[in-house]
């Protein structure tokens, strides 16, 4: 299960009304790729489901999850942050061994 913080469930509803999308069909896809500084990043954009994904409901919004990155992201909290040095979702991740400096990648546990 994915949470997210109430600082990340209003600037998503903020984020799909300024896109003028469809809130009912619209969530944040997230995604897990290799990449980054760490060896696997992570990638978000406003989506809509397919049929084999994994979707996660809270307060109005929605989590869209392919199935190869729900490993990765099992048991995330996701944060908005807004401060002088940045600003975007944030992602608390119990799978990560260590992540970057950025918080944009991270180095996943190994069993």
């Known amino acids: ?3 997210l913080t109430a600082s ?16 009912a069909a619209t ?3 997230l995604r897990v790729e290799k ?3 760490a ?3 992570y990638v978000m954009a406003l989506d809509q489901s397919t049929a084999t994904d994994s979707v996660q409901s809270q307060d109005g919004v929605s989590i869209i999850i392919d199935q ?5 992201l099992r048991g995330c909290q996701i ?3 807004d401060s002088l040095a940045d ?9 990560a061994a260590r992540s970057c400096g950025c918080g944009t990648s991270f180095e996943p546990q190994t069993d």
């Not at 600003?87 to 991740?93: Q, R, T, Y």
């Open 35 to 37: 990449g980054g500084c």
């Open 1 to 3: 299960m994915i949470s």
């Open 8 to 23: 990340a469930v209003e600037h998503l509803k903020s984020l799909i009304a300024e896109k003028q999308a469809d809130a």
């Open 68 to 72: 190869d990155s729900l490993t990765y």
């Open 39 to 41: 060896g696997m990043q």
């Open 79 to 81: 944060d908005y942050v």
């Open 87 to 95: 600003a975007g979702f944030k992602l608390n991740n119990p799978n």
């Open 27 to 29: 969530g944040l896809r």
